[in-house]
């Protein structure tokens, strides 16, 4: 009996785990191959044709943005930054107090545009500068003093970025009246004077030695280069913004078709012509170039039509009117007569 039970719980063990698999393929959901992609929405198309022709509306972008919501804004902003067409007059444009977050990497924003927008977006808690090299230490000592919730900050990316950011290391470090907790995170901010009271992560990928341990020695609070984990760090969850593989401003553009930044890509081989070039007419010429040549092509139609119109309108004339009609007999014996002779 014992060696039959035995023989039996491989078979049974195997039934087991076939039910198992069965069951768990069951809770996935089913889709068809033929399944479409979810439409995007009016207002994302409207937004994705804008941003093609945005240096078409760039001179009266003030005037424009104005009734345009903060979502909205900040996605024309990022679409202006994937374009290069991102500067100091095209942010201070669009800036809006409620945004959070603020993407300029790779933009010729200076200074003055950072410094006009700390000052109207105080609630910033994520920013990106990275590869910025019109931004210097002023300009990150402009953000700091007007965004105290800033908790990310990005940097570095290029020769200027790199020296700016070494260069606001003082700026960034938080300075204390007086020290009674054993950390820094039982420090209140109420404590902390200038630097950065709330910034926790800072991204900047080549950062040098002599930074990195003066970071580590100075302030151990702010977390540098964090790496994505399942456990977080330090039992603290890594935020989007902090990881540097993601464009902080992609969240705002998940909906808008990437052929909307794609116009102005240059492949190795092939080069696109680009909307903004000085030789390149604008949608509204176009338009009017169109008009006119539909116009010429049908003009001789219409000269067609009008001369048919005008023999229907002599023939109906002399058919009601009798001396139009005896002028008419009068002028073909005429002409007959004149023929014959």
Known sequence: MEKRKLAALPYSSQKLDHSAKVKTKTLQPYRSPLEKAKPRSLVSLCIGVLGEHLEDIIPDLHEIAATFP?????????????????????????????????????????????????????????????????????????????????????????PRSEYTARRCLDILKPKLNYLEGESWEELDSLEIVNGAPALHWLVWPKVDDDSRESLATECPRIVLNPKPSLFGFRGVEVPFGALPDIALDDPTLKDIDPKTWAVRAVGSNVTIPSFSSSNEISIAEKFRLAFVERDARLAPKRAKNARQHQRREDRERVTKNTDAKSIALAAQLKKSLHIRS
Do not use: F, Y
């Not at 679409?79 to 067409?85: E, F, G």
């Not at 500067?87 to 300029?104: P, R």
């Not at 300009?139 to 570095?156: D, F, K, N, T």
């Open 70 to 158: 903060p979502h909205v804004k900040i996605m024309m902003a990022a679409i202006a930054r994937r374009r290069k067409l991102l500067n100091d007059d095209v942010l201070i444009s669009l800036a809006e107090s409620s945004w959070d977050i603020l993407d300029v990497s790779g933009s010729d924003v200076s200074d003055h545009g950072l410094a006009r927008v700390a000052e109207k977006c105080k609630s910033l808690r994520a920013v990106d500068i990275s590869q910025c090299s019109k931004i210097t230490a002023q300009g990150v000592s402009e953000l700091v003093q007007h965004c105290h919730l800033l908790e990310i900050l990005r940097c570095g990316g290029c």
